[in-house]
Every structure is written in structure tokens, then in C-alpha cells.
């Protein structure tokens, strides 16, 4: 059982903590801090699997053209960029202000959870479209980036 201590008479107040917890219960500032949580962990899982998907491309090209390595490294970039987009997203809604209801939670929880998830499936997306890429771009005869 929780109590606030009233100082005018140096006696334990159950209701004060009551009337506090009422209108903006504990579990509000739990579904947003989640929410923060999926919209980092997701993006940061989505980067990490296309930093790596294109990274394997071009150690493949590396073998073929070692002089397009610097030039092919732009899918690697894009990746690592999906995992700031997550930290932005997380980071935007903290420190939480006064009056934290649980609608807010919600809805902070459910825009973490699509920009994470989102940030997910771009991760993937850029891995396989640069891994095909950087390989393709090896596999050229003529090629404009030499």
C-alpha cells in the first residue's frame, strides 16, 4: 500500500496518492517508455540487417573492382540512417510533462511501434536492394562510376 506524507500533521495521507493515481495511472508512462523502446530496438534491427546485407555485397564486389569500394558504400549509409530515424522518434516525446494519461501511452506505444516496425522493413528492404545493386554494379563491363 502506497502513502504521502501530509506535512501540516506529520501523518500518513492514503488518499492524496489515490487521487493522484486516478487521473493518471502508473501503467500510462509504461506503454510510452515501451513505445520508445520498439520505435530504437526495431529501427536499430532493421540497420543492422541492411548495414550487414549490403556490407556482404560489397566484400563480393571488393574481389572484382577494388577501386568502386568508397563509391558503392551509399546502401550502408542509408541503413545507418534508418537507425537514427528510431532514435529521433523515441527521443521527441521525453521527458514526459505533467498529466501523463494512458491515452498518450497508447498512442505513444503505437507510433513506436510503426516506426520501428517500419524502420524494420526498410532496413531489410535496403539490404537486398543494395546487396543486388553493389553486385550488379561489379558485374558491368562499362561502367559511368570507374
Known amino acids: 500500500?502506497?502513502?504521502?506524507?501530509?506535512?501540516?500533521?506529520?501523518?500518513?495521507?492514503?488518499?492524496?496518492?489515490?487521487?493522484?493515481?486516478?487521473?493518471?495511472?502508473?501503467?500510462?508512462?509504461?506503454?510510452?517508455?515501451m513505445g520508445a523502446s520498439a520505435a530504437m530496438i526495431f529501427s536499430a534491427f532493421g540497420a543492422a540487417y541492411g548495414t550487414a546485407r549490403s556490407g556482404v555485397g560489397i566484400a563480393h564486389m571488393a574481389v572484382m573492382k577494388p577501386g568502386l569500394i568508397m563509391k558503392c558504400i551509399i546502401p550502408v549509409v542509408m541503413a545507418g540512417i534508418i537507425a537514427i530515424y528510431g532514435l529521433y522518434s523515441s527521443?521527441?516525446?521525453?521527458?514526459?510533462?505533467?498529466?501523463?494519461?494512458?491515452?498518450?501511452?497508447?498512442?505513444?506505444?503505437?507510433?513506436?511501434?510503426s516506426v520501428g516496425l517500419s524502420g524494420l522493413a526498410a532496413g531489410?528492404?535496403?539490404?537486398?536492394?543494395?546487396?543486388?545493386?553493389?553486385?550488379?554494379?561489379?558485374?558491368?563491363?562499362d561502367s559511368l562510376l570507374e
Open 91 to 113: 527521443l521527441d516525446r521525453w521527458p514526459p510533462n505533467e498529466g501523463y494519461t494512458p491515452f498518450k501511452g497508447f498512442m505513444h506505444f503505437g507510433a513506436g511501434l
Open 124 to 141: 531489410f528492404a535496403i539490404g537486398v536492394v543494395g546487396d543486388a545493386g553493389v553486385r550488379g554494379t561489379a558485374s558491368q563491363r
Open 1 to 33: 500500500m502506497c502513502c504521502v506524507l501530509n506535512s501540516e500533521r506529520s501523518k500518513f495521507n492514503l488518499f492524496a496518492f489515490s487521487d493522484i493515481m486516478e487521473n493518471n495511472p502508473v501503467y500510462g508512462p509504461f506503454f510510452g517508455v
